[in-house]
């Protein structure tokens, strides 16, 4: 090879060098945002299609406040260590399972009545 042959080979490699950096930059971002999805999903709870069912069945509506006090109650479970909880906000009663932030099935107050509760390891009271 003569020398001319060998720079353009060494700007060619730098070029293509530049492009998988550039293509790597992008998919590092790419992956950093779908992280961050699923990281701010991870935080949300959720509501099983059975505690669904109940909400709409037992017409029990949801306010914002509600759903934050939810939250609360959540985070105040997971760091005591509770796995399953009983959480109770206002008239409304729900069993949930912390660790997977799943609100399992919902009640109202009337129907708590001389009701037991099995499988829960703690109680939130907000």
Avoid at 76 to 97: P, Q, R, T, Y
Wanted: cysteine-free; proline content about 0%; charged content about 35%.
């Amino acid at each position: 090879m003569n020398k001319l042959d060998i720079n353009k080979l060494e700007n060619h490699l730098i070029k293509v060098d530049k492009r998988i950096n550039l293509n790597r930059t992008q998919a590092n971002k790419d992956f950093e945002k779908v992280l961050n999805k699923i990281e701010n999903n991870s935080n949300k709870i959720k509501f099983s299609k059975h505690a669904s069912k109940r909400l709409d069945s037992r017409n029990i509506d949801m306010t914002k406040g509600e759903i934050g006090r939810l939250e609360d109650a959540f985070t105040k479970a997971e760091k005591s260590g509770v796995k399953n909880a009983l959480i109770m906000i206002d008239n409304k009663a729900f069993i949930a399972n912390i660790k997977s932030k799943t609100v399992v099935t919902t009640f109202e107050k009337e129907s708590l009545k001389e009701n037991v509760f099995t499988n829960i390891d703690g109680a939130v009271i907000i």
